[in-house]
């Protein structure tokens, strides 16, 4: 046996950080003896990992599950958990104190505490030792492969039938002079903040930026956030993009779209942007520099090649729709190999991977057949699934819109939340649903009826007999379906009708 030696640097060094660290890269881990051979090896350990090491193992094939950081990934350490406990700390104060007023360096030194806190209590569920005794073998170091069939961390070599690189995404640094001479904040080192900034500048109109600047513009810190796009949610719908912009400038949040940077330095402390804005040249200074300019895959030092798999930097690892790459022994699943960079997603490929890989033999799953849904957590929230008008019209894809306002919706206009709306995209003439968009508080909770109705094929007029309880925002998907239902009272049906019942009187 060999001692790993797992890059476990999380700051600060508090209790909660001490416990998630204890969970998923234990100091002084002892990897155990590797095997004579594996039935299947996982090469990282963020949601699609630990999903394809449980699944497998849990069926009773011998699986090894190597993870060079910490278990857990991006989502448990430094994305969907941490992000989503910071956006409830800054609602539940904008609600006690309202907005624009800025709390103390002690209550953020407090609430940051807590985001922590909330990170550590979930850490149990990806540790190294709940996966030890789901009989996985656990291996904490680098790995690189030797071979079609073989791949090396910590001094020994792992033989393997089947493999899956699940090695997730890394921040991406633009290419903007002087950034790589910053130490600028990433998601993965946002939540690592002890002392509040005055101002904050975020480089990325993207979901991670503008949730992360809602939540600190509501904390009283100045946020500029610029997006060099025409708009904020490039892939959401282009009314959801403005209502979002609305209630972020309602909230203080400084917003500059068409904002390309120009140039980055720190001086004094201070860092100072150049952009390109309204055709002219201006300058920004910040306290903090967060950049949330996209994701790129982690595919360095895999040494692939050795392994005959196909991957490109930006693209990451080739795969096919069952998710086998260029090797045939070789899966990929999660933001590696996904266009849809989603804890969701990570975890609906780790299960195709399963049984691709071992019960391939019996018929194999495609990822095309998925039908995924995506949120992001602002407020309101921005849901969305399937088709995009923008999609369909690429695509030669006919479609008809039904559209119902939040204002239409009888609990949001109790709550004073009328701002939003629900689109079903039809195929022309039928009921078929190929896409949705939801713009409301809770819009991610309500996306999933519209998921199930699109995955197993039924229309709007089966939802129409759905009872939806009232009052509910998720009255407004019932609406859309009586909307619908409105539609096929044709004026000669009608008449036929109103000819029926004037015989019936």
């Known amino acids: 046996m060999q001692n790993s030696q797992a890059n476990s640097a999380i700051s600060p060094d508090a209790p909660h950080n001490r416990q998630l660290l204890e969970a998923v890269s234990p100091r002084g881990y002892t990897n155990p003896v590797a095997a004579g051979r594996y039935n299947l090896v996982v090469v990282g350990g963020g949601t699609a990992g630990l999903v394809a090491a449980a699944?497998?193992?849990?069926?009773?094939?011998?699986?090894?599950?190597?993870?060079?950081?910490?278990?857990?990934?991006?989502?448990?350490?430094?994305?969907?958990?941490?992000?989503?406990?910071?956006?409830?700390?800054?609602?539940?104060?904008?609600?006690?104190?309202?907005?624009?007023?800025t709390i103390s360096e002690s209550d953020f030194q407090i609430l940051m505490e807590r985001v922590r806190s909330a990170r550590s209590g979930l850490a149990h569920h990806d540790s190294v030792e709940r996966f030890a005794g789901l009989g996985v073998d656990v291996f904490l170091g680098e790995a690189h492969f030797r071979g079609p069939r073989i791949v090396a961390v910590a001094g020994q070599s792992l033989?393997?039938?089947?493999?899956?690189?699940?090695?997730?995404?890394?921040?991406?640094?633009?290419?903007?002079?002087?950034?790589?001479?910053?130490?600028?904040?990433?998601?993965?080192?946002?939540?690592?903040?002890?002392?509040?900034?005055?101002?904050?500048?975020?480089?990325?109109?993207?979901?991670?930026?503008?949730e992360l600047g809602q939540a600190f513009g509501r904390l009283g810190i100045e946020v500029t956030l610029l997006e060099a796009g025409s708009r904020l949610l490039p892939r959401d719908d282009e009314e959801a993009s403005a209502i979002v912009l609305k209630a972020l400038c309602a909230e203080g949040v400084q917003v500059r779209t068409d904002?390309?940077?120009?140039?980055?330095?720190?001086?004094?402390?201070?860092?100072?942007?150049r952009i390109d804005a309204d055709d002219a040249t201006q300058a920004i200074e910040c306290d903090q520099l967060l950049v949330c300019a996209g994701?790129?895959?982690?595919?360095?030092?895999?040494?692939?090649?050795?392994?005959?798999?196909?991957?490109?930097?930006?693209?990451?690892?080739?795969?096919?729709?069952?998710?086998?790459?260029?090797?045939?022994?070789?899966?990929?699943?999660?933001?590696?190999?996904?266009?849809?960079?989603?804890?969701?997603?990570?975890?609906?490929?780790?299960?195709?991977v399963i049984q691709n890989a071992l019960f391939g033999f019996a018929g194999r799953r495609k990822s095309?057949?998925?039908?995924?849904?995506?949120?992001?957590?602002?407020?309101?929230?921005?849901?969305?699934?399937?088709?995009?008008?923008?999609?369909?019209?690429?695509?030669?894809?006919?479609?008809?819109?039904?559209?119902?306002?939040m204002d239409s919706v009888d609990r949001a206009v109790i709550e004073g939340e009328t701002e939003g709306f629900l689109k079903v995209h039809l195929a022309r003439g039928t009921d078929r649903m190929l896409g949705a968009t939801i713009v409301c508080k809770n819009a991610g909770e309500m996306i999933g009826e519209i998921t199930l109705a699109i995955s197993k094929g039924m229309g709007l007029k089966a939802i129409a007999s759905v009872i939806h309880p009232y009052p509910t925002r998720s009255d407004a998907i019932r609406k859309a379906a009586d909307a619908y239902n409105r539609t096929r009272l044709t004026p000669p049906l009608r008449r036929v009708l109103e000819r029926f019942f004037a015989w019936r009187r």
Request: hydrophobic fraction near 35%; aromatic fraction near 6%.
């Open 259 to 273: 904002s390309h940077a120009q140039g980055v330095e720190m001086s004094g402390g201070h860092w100072h942007i």
């Open 55 to 101: 699944g497998a193992s849990s069926l009773g094939a011998k699986v090894a599950l190597i993870e060079r950081r910490h278990l857990g990934g991006d989502c448990l350490n430094f994305g969907c958990v941490p992000s989503k406990a910071l956006l409830y700390e800054a609602r539940m104060l904008m609600m006690r104190q309202g907005t624009g007023k």
């Open 295 to 352: 994701r790129t895959p982690n595919v360095a030092g895999l040494n692939l090649e050795a392994a005959g798999v196909e991957y490109d930097e930006t693209r990451g690892v080739h795969v096919d729709a069952t998710l086998r790459t260029s090797n045939s022994r070789i899966y990929a699943a999660g933001d590696v190999a996904s266009p849809f960079r989603f804890t969701h997603a990570a975890d609906a490929g780790a299960r195709i």
């Open 159 to 210: 033989r393997f039938s089947n493999c899956v690189i699940a090695t997730g995404t890394r921040p991406t640094c633009p290419a903007v002079p002087g950034l790589e001479r910053t130490e600028f904040l990433t998601n993965e080192s946002i939540f690592e903040l002890t002392t509040m900034p005055r101002r904050i500048c975020i480089l990325g109109g993207g979901p991670i930026g503008c």
């Open 368 to 405: 095309t057949s998925l039908v995924i849904p995506w949120c992001t957590y602002t407020d309101p929230e921005v849901a969305h699934v399937g088709i995009t008008p923008s999609d369909a019209h690429q695509n030669g894809v006919a479609l008809d819109t039904i559209r119902i306002g």
